[in-house]
Structures are given as structure tokens and as C-alpha cells.
DNA sequence: GTACAGTTTTAGACTTTGTCAAATTAATGA
DNA sequence: TCATTAATTTGACAAAGTCTAAAACTGTAC
């Protein structure tokens, strides 16, 4: 990734305040929830409403610079971190979300079949499991 | 699946009439949310509390009755096909949410190579794409 | 059949996550 | 710098679901 600045500059989209800190904040905590993100970009520059905040993680991932996931239990998380079709590993007691590479390959999985005629863009994968830290937990 | 009211005294649940209504309405409506199960309910037996409807879903569910999926921008739906590791197919303009045998085998995907020391026991695949229907809309 | 104990159901308030709309403020380009 | 355009803020609102306490019901023991 290279700096925030620019990447909006490419966008065509005005470069803000705001906009500089969510994108950093996404950068450095990937698989942040919006209320994480919000509290981040508050330590930085100060204040942001929250609703910017989720102004900011819209247009973000409308533009495809950031992407959002939502896996089941869970807020929607943001990870910069795009383009790759990696999948998600996550923790059913904690929430902790890990990446996965693609089990099949590149641009992979996109093989149902084809069924029931739809046109398939998109295969998303969660794997759903413990975490070391909530195994050794539930042991002791 | 047999009789919902077997199905229930088999897994020490009281015999409720809403209970009954909601599996019944869970086997003739594959992936409806809870809201469309509560109208189904309501045309069956009168009426039943939204409450209700979200105890019965939750505890049928807690016991491997019946299955709940959450897509992203939808609330969760639910199925009486359970145990045999089937995925789904989302249309991303309606909605409408077909089953898809699983692309690997009987008890696959569980192989993401066992990352990070997590324990799986679930890969989730989600595939989406377009539906016919709204394929023919949007090209007219 | 009754009565009792333990569950379920109900109603209503509440929480979380996110969106909408109008007014204010800030960024860009001339 | 000014005008134009776009972004931010504030506050209300919405959807989906949970929490709680009171009322109603189910299963079981007499
Ligand atoms: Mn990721
Ligand atoms: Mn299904
Ligand atoms: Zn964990
Ligand atoms: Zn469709």
C-alpha cells in the first residue's frame, strides 16, 4: 500500500482529514470493526463523528481500496488487503480473525457448478473454529 | 424428517404449539428469516410473539435441529437440512438463496491447511453472484 | 382429574449496528 | 481569494435481535 494521500488522490476523491486517519487506521488494524476504527482515528486526530466514519468506510470500499467483511456474529470488519481473494479464519468464542490463503488457488472456488443458473461473482469462505488462546481457555 | 412433534419430545423439548408452528413453517419455507416464519405462524395458528419466534428458532438451533445462515445484508435465515454440509448460492440484487451441494466432498473444506493453531470445524462457503431473474432485469 | 413445579410465552423496553436528511464546514480549482 | 462542490456533523430513525418480569402453559405426581 502507498500512502493515503495518494491512493485517494488516484480515486479522484478529496483528500480529508478524516479520510487520511480511517485509511491509516484500516491499515494498521486490519479486521477492525467501524467502532474500533472510530476509537483509533480518535486518538489520532481527535474527534470524528460516526457517521463519517462509516462515510468513510462506504466510499473506501465502494472504490474497492478497502474491503469489508461480515462473517455471522460480528460487525462488519475492514482490512486493506484487496484484490488477493484471500479467505477468513474465525474464532467462535473471541471473534479473533485470521487470513487464509485461498484453498484452491488464484482467482479459485468460483465453481459451484454454475448451478441454477446464476452468474457467480464472488466465493466467499469463513472457516469457523477455536483459537489457540479459547482452546487453552476451555481446557483449563 | 418426521413429525415435528417427535422430533421434539426426541430432544426433550416440551410440546408447544408455537414450537410446532415454527418447525413446520421451517420445513415448508427453506431460508426464510424470522420475520417470514412469524407470518407463516401467524396464518397457521393466529398468532405468536416475535419473541417467541426468536426462542424457538434459538433453541431448535442450539440443538442441531435446524440450521441458521447469516449472509451479509440479510437477516438470518433458516433451514431443516441439516447435517449434511451443503452451501449456498446468494443472489446479490434479491436475495434469493439456493443450496449447493458441497463443491469437495461429504466433510471437506476443512482444510485450510489448520492455520494459525486454530481447531476447525467449519468452512462456510457463500457464492454470489446474480440470479436468473434479476440477470433478465438488468439487461432490459 | 387436580395440583404443583418448572418451562414457555408474552409484552415492552432496550441494545447494537447502521442509514437518512438537513445544516454546517471544508477542499478544490479558477 | 472566491465560488463551487463535496464532505462532515448532528440528531432522528430503522432493522434485527436480546433482556426482563409477569402470565400462561406443559408434563408429572398424586
Ligand atoms: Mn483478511
Ligand atoms: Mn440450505
Ligand atoms: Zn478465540
Ligand atoms: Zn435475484
Given at each position: 500500500m502507498q500512502d493515503p494521500e495518494t491512493t485517494l488522490r488516484q480515486h479522484d476523491l478529496p483528500v480529508t482529514a478524516q479520510r487520511l486517519a480511517v485509511l491509516r487506521a484500516v491499515a494498521h488494524h486490519p479486521h477492525a470493526t467501524a467502532d474500533d476504527l472510530a476509537e483509533q482515528v480518535r486518538q489520532e486526530i481527535g474527534a470524528i463523528s460516526r457517521q463519517s466514519v462509516y462515510n468513510v468506510l462506504n466510499v473506501l470500499t465502494d472504490k474497492g481500496i478497502i474491503r469489508r467483511i461480515q462473517p455471522a456474529h460480528s460487525p462488519a470488519r475492514y482490512e486493506?488487503?484487496?484484490?488477493?481473494n484471500h479467505h477468513h479464519l474465525v474464532c467462535r468464542?473471541?471473534?479473533?480473525t485470521e487470513d487464509v490463503c485461498c484453498?484452491?488457488?488464484?482467482?479459485?472456488?468460483?465453481?459451484?457448478?454454475?448451478?441454477?443458473g446464476f452468474q457467480i461473482d464472488e466465493a466467499e469462505v469463513i472457516y469457523w473454529g477455536t483459537c489457540p488462546a479459547c482452546q487453552r481457555k476451555s481446557r483449563s
Open positions: 486493506d488487503r484487496v484484490g488477493d468464542s473471541c471473534g479473533q484453498a484452491v488457488g488464484a482467482a479459485p472456488c468460483l465453481h459451484a457448478h454454475d448451478q441454477h
